[in-house]
Nanobody
Framework: QVAESGGGLVTPGESLTLSCAASPTIFQGYTMGWDRRAPGKQREWIAR???????YYTDSVKGRFTISRDNANNMVYLQMSSLKPEDTAVYYC??????WGQGTEVTVSS
């Protein structure tokens, strides 16, 4: 019901955009967001966007990551710029009712 895509290997400073496709029943009218789990660390919430576009970010990604949604196509995006090695993680998309995807891996390395 939630499926992420767009991960990959990039070098520090580069950009990457993650996509998330969700079923209409868990997308329409709900907050959507992104978590990540870095190697050896706990899962970390990083961004969310409400159905009407209210956005919040965790401090570590403010100014570098942008979350957006396409309500017509049940999609959520995470545009990541100025990527750092510490952004290396598996990124998960979620829907507020409690659905998560399988994750997409992002590796930032020179």
């Amino acid at each position: 019901q939630v499926a992420e895509s767009g991960g990959g290997l990039v070098t520090p400073g580069e950009s990457l955009t993650l996509s998330c496709a969700a079923s209409p029943t868990i997308f329409q009218g709900y907050t959507m967001g992104w978590d990540r789990r870095a190697p050896g660390k706990q899962r970390e919430w990083i961004a969310r966007i409400s159905h009407d576009g209210i956005i919040y970010y965790t401090d570590s990604v403010k100014g570098r990551f942008t979350i957006s949604r396409d309500n017509a196509n049940n999609m959520v995006y995470l545009q990541m710029s100025s990527l750092k090695p510490e952004d290396t993680a598996v990124y998960y998309c979620y829907s507020a009712p409690g659905a998560w995807g399988q994750g997409t891996e992002v590796t930032v390395s020179s």
